[in-house]
């Protein structure tokens, strides 16, 4: 069955890449944002490698594709967002990365964290991007055992930043195990299709994105016993300590 979460004060999403978030969760960011909770974004590329006008330049796909992450932010209710700057269909699990991110969950200090699956969907191979699964992984070992532990990329500590535990992980993208909670964002689907559009350089092309997103959305539902006409997006919550 769908559930109401409870609030918490702060969350962090990481993502690869703008829109994955928008895509994968926005409507619920729309119900936690609406809860006050301060969100933030994590965004491990600038999705350098997307887009689908040729007539654009490659230098500005990056710049582009963090304004319009910027402006879908907006439209659920995030203002803060943060770019790691890694190549966009490069991204791989090192250390780098998961102490860039440990950077970040320290620097937040989130109560609930969404992060993409490390697990490859072999039912919609699309939705296991490498990308994905590379900032899935580098995510969730940022919360165990990076973040938390003292002694673990001791740079952060020298930068005045001290450990900090995440006791609560949602995983979007599908798991093995399958989804165990689910949210009814009919109420706020809106909002996610506006956060959606305003990635125009990835979606103004998809003259059939409402409809595809009533689809998806609704099988989720419906997964959750909600009445016919509602919309839900899935996840897998976990406990982590």
Not at 4 to 10: A, D
Not at 194 to 221: I, N, V
Request: charge should be negative; aromatic fraction near 6%; glycine fraction near 10%.
């Amino acid at each position: 069955m769908a559930e109401q979460s409870s609030p918490v004060e702060r969350a962090l999403v990481v993502t690869a890449h703008p829109d994955d978030v928008d895509f994968g969760a926005g409507g619920t960011i729309a119900t936690w944002t609406a809860q006050g909770t301060a969100v933030t974004y994590c965004i491990c590329t600038d999705g350098d490698a997307g887009g689908f006008d040729p007539d654009v330049p490659r230098g500005e796909i990056g710049g582009i594709r963090q304004a319009e992450q910027r402006a879908a932010a907006k439209e659920l209710g995030v203002e803060d967002v943060v770019f790691l700057g890694y190549p966009d269909g490069r991204l791989a699990v090192t250390q780098e990365l998961r102490r860039d991110i440990s950077r970040v969950v320290r620097q937040v200090r989130p109560e609930r964290m969404m992060i993409q699956s490390p697990e490859r969907n072999w039912e919609r191979i699309a939705a296991s991007h490498p990308d994905h699964l590379a900032a899935g992984e580098s995510a969730i070992a940022a919360v165990y055992p990076d973040a938390r532990n003292p002694f673990a990329h001791l740079e952060l500590a020298a930068e005045g930043l001290e450990a900090w535990s995440v006791p609560e992980v949602w995983v979007m993208g599908g798991t093995a195990t399958g989804p165990d909670h689910f949210v009814d964002i009919t109420d706020v689907f809106d909002r996610k299709l506006a956060a959606l559009r305003a990635h125009a350089s990835q979606t103004a092309h998809m003259d059939g994105l409402e409809e595809m997103l009533r689809g998806w959305l609704g099988e989720r539902a419906k997964a959750a016993g909600l009445p016919a006409g509602r919309l839900a997006e899935a996840f897998r919550v976990v406990h982590t300590r």
